[in-house]
């Protein structure tokens, strides 16, 4: 298991172009920014067992490669969380029951896996910075897209800063100086309660 710990920022879509051909990135990005398509299909029960718990199941496809990712409950305050990721290869776009069943919360021991169904998807093009900034490493992403239920449609603009190594006081560091230029605001919620918030819209 890792866990991850990450700021999640919102921007308007007037903003990209900006933030695209930002100073910052010159200063401290230390290779070329990488942009790829990611589809999502999140997996639930049909009573929501998973979201209740604050626990989100995936299969991500990225390049024609896939894979399955379990993030259990964190926290978040201002748009810095900190939660329990597992993710690892899987041959196709089918859930992979055995290595779930080795990372699966005991608070869920009860749940089958055919009582896991595909509920929603985001599909989204990311735009990837890899910055070094006050001794951390850093990722930078920027995710332009959709979250997707059935015919109901959300937008997904936003800037994720995930720290790779050193202090996480960096990542509010980076926020503020590319806050000077590009209005960001923290934002709390995952792609994952998003698409939920889809499901109980329908």
């Known amino acids: 298991m890792s866990f ?12 990209i172009s900006q933030l695209k051909t930002h100073s910052f990135w010159k200063k401290f990005a230390v290779e070329d920014p990488k942009t790829f398509h990611l589809g999502n299909i999140y997996y639930d029960t049909a009573d929501r067992a998973l979201n209740q718990a604050r626990v989100a199941l995936r ?8 894979f399955q990712t379990l993030k ?10 900190r939660r329990g990721e597992w993710e690892w290869s899987i041959s196709g776009n089918q859930l992979d029951f ?6 699966w919360p005991e608070s869920l021991r009860e749940i089958t896996p055919d009582q896991l169904h595909p509920l929603f ?12 900034y006050n001794g951390a ?24 800063l995930e720290l790779i190594e050193g202090d996480e006081s960096v990542l509010q560091q980076i926020a503020g100086e590319l806050g000077q230029d590009i209005q960001l ?18």
């Open 4 to 15: 991850e710990t990450e700021l999640k920022l919102s921007l308007s879509e007037n903003s």
């Open 59 to 66: 299969i991500r496809e990225k390049n024609g490669e896939y």
């Open 72 to 81: 259990t409950k964190g926290e978040s305050i201002n748009g810095l969380t």
């Open 98 to 103: 055995s290595g779930l069943s080795r990372v």
């Open 121 to 132: 998807a985001t599909d989204f093009d990311r735009t990837v910075w890899l910055v070094e």
């Open 137 to 160: 490493r850093v990722e930078v992403a920027l995710d332009l897209g959709l979250v997707k239920s059935g015919d109901a449609r959300s937008p997904i603009c936003e800037l994720e």
């Open 185 to 202: 605001m923290p934002f709390d919620k995952s792609k994952a309660e998003r698409g939920f918030e889809l499901l109980y819209e329908r």
